[in-house]
């Protein structure tokens, strides 16, 4: 069991007191980004420390505990119903054989690659970066073209700056790492500033779903023109059954579209979508997308 007192003070550090404790809602959504937030951040790091041959400083990842055998608030990744919480697609999103990864320190930033296949990777990697407030691209430049990604380890790329005097300061920075294979993303990473109160989110987002369908197969669609932290979607089950989702919890970033795959998501349902994200919510019927 999680000491209650003990996530205020989390809260407290990491979301504005708007944000964390002004409805019900607000404070599990809050919650639940804290944790997915501790362990993508815990994941990612972890498995940079498989560096190769002699330098194996960390072997393996345990996932404690999955789920819970009764209502309760807990660090399990699923609800007692069985239900993910945003913590249970950041471990599935960093266990992924192929990730990558950046670390900000006072003035520049870290980036690294994991290849856990057993198969030689050559990727290109490229950085980007945004000013959060109005989603303009400050950055965009190839760090390492034709970088080779070892198998079973993980790689260490050029440390990196991005001149200050283009975004006003580091708070409002969001930075993204790709690996790219042969023109396609195979690996990508955004990073916010922390603690993420001190980020300036826009108070209004221009923001878009549509529900897309080809072959049986149904997706939501996402985008946004500034980026946005914690984008974790939700369905009501009519009688039918709840949707299933593939990923959620995700972020957004201006230029791309991002598509979340859900069992159970019929674009001709007239379930209501709900989206939340770390400072607004919206509702939304699929009869209107």
């Known amino acids: 069991m999680v000491n209650v007192s003990t996530l205020g003070r989390y809260l407290g550090f990491n979301f504005p007191p708007s944000q964390a404790i002004s409805t019900l809602d607000d404070h599990i959504y809050s919650t639940q980004l804290l944790q997915s937030e501790a362990l993508s951040t815990a994941y990612r790091s972890w498995k940079r420390e498989w560096k190769g041959e002699g330098r194996e400083y960390c072997g393996g ?25 945003m913590a249970f697609w950041a471990v599935k999103r960093e266990s992924e054989l192929i990730t990558t990864g950046i670390k900000r320190n006072d003035t520049s930033f870290e980036a690294w690659g994991v290849n856990l296949t ?39 790329f050029p440390t990196f700056k991005i001149p200050n005097s283009l975004t006003g300061g580091n708070k409002v920075l969001v930075v993204a790492s790709y690996l790219v294979e042969n023109g396609a993303t195979i690996a990508r990473h955004v990073n916010f500033h922390e603690p993420l109160k001190e980020v300036p989110f826009p108070q209004s987002k221009q923001f878009s779903t549509k529900v897309c369908t080809v072959e049986r197969r149904t997706w939501l669609e996402l985008s946004s023109t500034v980026p946005m932290k914690g984008v974790l979607v939700e369905a009501q089950g009519d009688n039918t059954g709840e949707v299933v989702w593939e990923d959620n919890g995700i972020d957004l970033v201006p230029g791309e579209v991002t598509k979340l795959y859900g069992q159970g998501l019929r674009a001709e349902d007239e379930r209501k979508l709900s989206v939340r994200w770390l400072g607004g919510s919206l509702e939304l019927s699929t009869s209107s997308l």
């Open 61 to 85: 990842l345990l996932v404690w505990q999955l789920n819970d055998c009764w209502p309760v608030t807990s660090w399990a990744i699923a609800d007692y119903h069985q239900r993910p919480k």
């Open 118 to 156: 057993l198969e030689r990777k050559i990727v290109d990697v490229r950085i980007k970066a945004w000013d959060v407030r109005s989603g303009e691209t400050v950055y965009d430049n190839v760090l390492v073209q034709t970088f080779l990604l070892e198998p079973n380890r993980s790689s260490e």
